[in-house]
């Protein structure tokens, strides 16, 4: 099973960069979204892909977060949300359960400019996703993908040191990631590649993409025990649309 995931930082201005072509390109068997900022009936003028079932979740504010997951295969279940109704008001999950595994598409709050919004991520958000998904792994394996907003390593952006306080990569956000694969997952680009220099996001200021000075951000992350099951996963640092590439994983 081919998955794609991508923060497309606005599908209505994605699909005027490309988005649609790529979708169709991709010949992905799902393909996750984050940061749509919209809603269903705001896109009733794009052409999707044919042969994908869509699920959204939007967030009450209009044209802010949001998700979206468009799916060739059929799922036995989907929900939306985390079941935390203080953490699900921004639409930034949904949750597609699958035969052999159960697929959560996330869009994690950013801890934002002077880290106003750190104890919201790592003190609330991180704790109840975390619960989240050891609830859902006990029944069946896990693979959850998106916007994660933190760089693990230093390995994961250009710049650690001037970047140490900074959203993404504080101590807390990153220990917080730590845990989480401690508690039975894996990064699975870090299951195929080991060095630097790899990025899905890069500021759109000073020429950074080309440039190539940027964070590695974007994930899809599985249980240990899908170890096996895991044939590749790769960045696709060449498609332009986001500020963000989209990132892949293909399961046996």
């Given at each position: 099973?081919?998955?794609?995931?991508?923060?497309?930082?606005?599908?209505?201005?994605?699909?005027?960069?490309?988005?649609?072509?790529?979708?169709?390109?991709?010949?992905?068997?799902?393909?996750?979204?984050?940061?749509?900022?919209?809603?269903?009936?705001?896109?009733?003028?794009?052409?999707?892909?044919?042969?994908?079932?869509?699920?959204?979740?939007?967030?009450?504010?209009?044209?802010?977060?949001?998700?979206?997951?468009?799916?060739?295969?059929?799922?036995?279940?989907?929900?939306?949300?985390?079941?935390?109704?203080?953490?699900?008001?921004?639409?930034?999950?949904?949750?597609?359960?699958?035969?052999?595994?159960?697929?959560?598409?996330?869009?994690?709050?950013?801890?934002?400019?002077?880290?106003?919004?750190?104890?919201?991520?790592?003190?609330?958000?991180?704790?109840?996703?975390?619960?989240?998904?050891?609830?859902?792994?006990?029944?069946?394996?896990?693979?959850?993908?998106?916007?994660?907003?933190?760089?693990?390593?230093?390995?994961?952006?250009?710049?650690?040191?001037?970047?140490?306080?900074?959203?993404?990569?504080?101590?807390?956000?990153?220990?917080?990631?730590?845990?989480?694969?401690?508690?039975?997952?894996v990064d699975t680009f870090r299951e195929f590649v080991k060095d630097g220099g790899h990025y899905?996001?890069?500021?759109?200021?000073?020429?950074?993409?080309?440039?190539?000075?940027?964070?590695?951000?974007?994930?899809?992350?599985?249980?240990?025990?899908?170890?096996?099951?895991?044939?590749?996963?790769?960045?696709?640092?060449?498609?332009?649309?986001?500020?963000?590439?989209?990132?892949?994983?293909?399961?046996?």
């Open positions: 099973m081919k998955l794609i995931s991508w923060n497309v930082n606005g599908i209505r201005a994605s699909a005027k960069k490309g988005l649609l072509d790529f979708m169709k390109q991709a010949r992905a068997d799902v393909i996750c979204l984050q940061e749509t900022k919209a809603r269903p009936e705001d896109l009733t003028h794009l052409a999707w892909p044919k042969g994908y079932e869509v699920f959204w979740n939007s967030a009450e504010k209009k044209g802010y977060s949001g998700t979206a997951i468009f799916t060739r295969v059929k799922p036995k279940k989907v929900s939306f949300g985390i079941g935390a109704a203080d953490l699900d008001r921004e639409g930034r999950v949904i949750t597609v359960e699958f035969d052999d595994f159960t697929l959560v598409n996330v869009y994690q709050p950013n801890s934002q400019r002077g880290l106003t919004r750190l104890e919201y991520r790592t003190g609330s958000w991180d704790r109840a996703f975390l619960a989240y998904l050891r609830k859902l792994n006990r029944r069946k394996p896990v693979v959850f993908c998106g916007d994660l907003n933190v760089a693990h390593t230093e390995i994961d952006l250009t710049n650690p040191k001037s970047n140490r306080r900074n959203a993404g990569f504080t101590e807390e956000e990153r220990a917080n990631f730590s845990r989480l694969l401690a508690a039975g997952f899905t996001w890069w500021s759109q200021m000073s020429d950074c993409r080309a440039r190539n000075i940027g964070w590695r951000v974007d994930y899809f992350v599985a249980a240990q025990r899908l170890r096996t099951a895991l044939k590749r996963a790769w960045i696709l640092p060449e498609v332009m649309g986001s500020d963000h590439c989209p990132v892949g994983l293909e399961l046996h």
